[in-house]
């Protein structure tokens, strides 16, 4: 069995990143870079709010930490949910292709990576816990 435990230095490299992805945004914005960018008024502000939603983020896990036992089976779980997730793309990717073919598809780009991205976490969040329920 593996002790996954969160030490110090990892959260300050989330820290230094949050920073940084901050700065960025700040620059991006003081130059106007990427007008309505994902529902924002430009790159540099979706930037900002990302560099904040991970400091929350990394500063949540600080105080709700808790000590993470991995074994053969849970690291077996893992990975066939991830197998599953990766087939659902793939199942995904072809349903789109069939119905654009059929009737085209009008969504922009960024508004169907948002989605298709949250879908692939949440399919993997469920075919997860689902599999760690039924498996011995």
């Known amino acids: 069995m593996k002790r996954q435990t969160k030490n110090g230095k990892g959260r300050a490299w989330k ?16 130059y106007n870079v990427g007008r309505e960018f994902l529902g924002f008024a430009s790159a540099g502000n979706w930037l900002i709010y990302v560099g904040v939603v991970i400091f929350a983020v990394v500063t949540l896990q600080m105080f709700f930490k808790k000590e993470r036992i991995t074994d053969e089976r849970t690291e077996r779980v893992g990975y066939f949910a991830s197998r599953v ?3 659902f793309v793939i199942l995904f990717a072809f349903v789109v292709m069939v119905a654009d073919g059929i ?4 969504i922009p780009y960024s508004l169907f990576m948002s989605y298709l991205i949250c879908g692939i976490v949440l399919v993997y969040f469920v075919t997860f816990r689902i599999m760690n329920r039924r498996a011995v």
């Open 15 to 30: 820290y230094w990143l949050a920073l940084v992805v901050i700065v960025l945004g700040i620059v991006l914005g003081h």
């Open 85 to 87: 997730t990766f087939l």
């Open 103 to 106: 009737k085209e598809i009008i």
